[in-house]
């Protein structure tokens, strides 16, 4: 298997498992229905720009274009279909030698959702190229990520995976132009340090936002960069998440949630802003398992098999000066 399959796999294995999460009580008090849906994209870029001995670059991009769908819903359980096209992109110089190599996968999921608590009962897979279903097991009980809980209240702070490990987010509450609409929104925020990043054998820094519509609790977009600088370079990290659609928002509701959550959203935001001006943002990172930037990741493993495929090149090459030595040897001696 070469390499780029073995990214292309992992890459795939990562997104589906929804690589953030949230650490908080949830609730059922969210405004869903049936066959209501949302469209949204992804564009993410990871470039490592080498320094001495590792002089060169090696970049992976990543776009996904992705439509989710409520099969079901009840008052225990929401049942939802999301369906992705994830277009993925490697490429390399210098001592990251890689040709450009691009493939295109699509896959859907359907999920059961425990609605209290906002965490998976079960989700099915399907790769449709090949046809294959799979069952995740590994995913049971971890938090969704399309919603968070309306409930959260400014200045809280919540536990959150974010794309390079265990964050400590602080929130608060804003609004959200949508169609000509302003919408209410739920604000999660990180400014700090990153897990330690596998090939720079170091910490860097991370910006990340997500932005959450206040009464379904649908993510509306996110925002996070992360740099990190060692001895071998330099690599920068951007994620951006964007809802492109949804009908869960009709002029009905926006009137609604309009005159029941104006009055509190002034609370709440006079709120904010003495938060913000009498307290420093202790977003210090609550813990760090092994830092699961997918993109470092693959980048790892493709720089460790073009270092395996140089080492192979060499010895070849060493083999062969040995054998040209060998033999004007013995013929010196003829």
């Known amino acids: 298997m070469n390499q780029f399959r073995i990214a292309l796999i992992i890459i795939l294995m990562a997104i589906s498992l929804n690589y953030a999460q949230v650490n908080v009580q949830a609730s059922s008090n969210i405004l869903l229905m ?28 990543i776009t996904v274009l992705g439509n989710g769908t409520i099969k079901h819903i009840n008052s225990t359980i929401i049942i939802f279909e999301k369906k992705q096209e994830i277009n993925f992109k490697i490429e ?23 609605r209290k608590t906002l965490t998976y ?13 799979i069952m995740d097991e590994l995913i049971v009980g971890m938090p969704v990520t399309e919603f968070i809980s309306p409930e959260l209240s400014v200045g809280q702070y919540v536990e959150y ?11 608060s509450h ?34 990340h936002t997500f932005i959450f519509e206040k009464n379904t609790g649908l993510l509306m977009s996110s925002s996070s960069t992360t740099e990190t600088t060692g001895i071998k370079g330099r690599r920068i990290t951007t994620y951006e998440y964007q809802l492109d659609s949804t009908s869960f928002w009709t002029s009905e509701e926006l009137s609604q949630q309009f005159s029941t959550t104006s009055a509190l959203s002034t609370v709440e935001t006079s709120t904010e802003k003495v938060i913000n001006e009498n307290e420093e943002d202790p977003m210090i990172p609550t813990d ?32 062969q000066d040995d054998i040209s030595e060998s033999k004007n040897l013995e013929q010196s001696e003829i």
């Open 288 to 319: 760090y398992f092994v830092p699961i930037l997918i993109l470092t990741i693959i980048s790892i493993i493709v720089i460790t098999l073009i270092e395996i495929r140089r080492n192979i090149l060499r010895k070849n090459h060493t083999s």
């Open 161 to 171: 995976y974010s794309i390079d490990g265990l964050i400590n987010c602080q929130v």
């Open 34 to 61: 049936e066959e209501g849906y949302w469209t949204y994209y992804v564009d993410s870029k990871s470039t490592l720009y080498g320094t001495g001995d590792y002089q060169g670059e090696f970049s992976t991009y």
């Open 121 to 133: 009962l079960s989700r099915e897979m399907k790769v449709e190229i090949e046809g294959e279903e």
């Open 92 to 114: 390399g110089s210098g001592h990251y030698d890689q040709e450009t190599k691009s493939e295109i996968h699509t896959f859907a999921e359907n999920s059961v959702i425990d």
């Open 174 to 207: 804003g609004e959200r132009d949508y169609e000509g609409k302003k919408l209410q929104t739920i604000v999660l925020r990180y400014s700090g340090p990153t897990g330690q990043d596998p090939w720079l054998e170091t910490n860097g820094t991370a910006q």
